[in-house]
């Protein structure tokens, strides 16, 4: 089932979200492809803590923007508008659910009910 939900949700983001996201004035991710090279756009939910930005993958390690951040975890963010590069780090040990507590609520919500293996991020920003 879980890997069903990931697919499903993997599709609808990809050929939904994604597309509109980079539209309006969403919050983005921008990693580079591992095989491509190319900067690949993902709207994600997060908050900017103490200059370092938090969010919760909602399909942990089989995220393709996960994948991209293990073989290059130089990012970028757009928060409010506004592009700031960083460095990002999976928190394995960080409690997800917890933290998707202290983050938007909206997005809290979709992460945990999409949500097939969450794994916390943090971006400590430049």
């Known amino acids: 089932m879980n890997n069903l939900k990931r697919r499903v949700v993997h599709n609808v ?3 939904v979200v994604n597309p509109v996201g980079r539209k309006l004035p969403l ?12 900067p ?14 938090w969010m919760v993958s ?8 996960v994948l991209n951040i293990k073989a290059n975890p130089k990012v970028r963010v757009r ?10 780090h999976l928190m394995p040990d960080d409690d997800a659910k917890a933290r998707l507590r202290s983050l938007p609520g909206l997005n809290s919500a979709a992460v ?3 949500g ?7 971006v400590d920003l430049d």
């Open 13 to 15: 983001q990809r050929l």
């Open 27 to 38: 919050t983005m991710l921008e990693t580079i492809g591992r095989k491509s090279g190319q």
């Open 40 to 53: 690949r756009r993902t709207a994600i939910g997060g908050r900017v803590i103490d200059n370092q930005f």
């Open 58 to 65: 909602e399909h942990g390690e089989r995220s393709h923007y």
């Open 79 to 88: 928060v409010h508008g506004r592009w700031r590069t960083g460095t990002a």
């Open 112 to 114: 945990r009910l999409m």
């Open 116 to 122: 097939s293996d969450l794994l916390t991020i943090r």
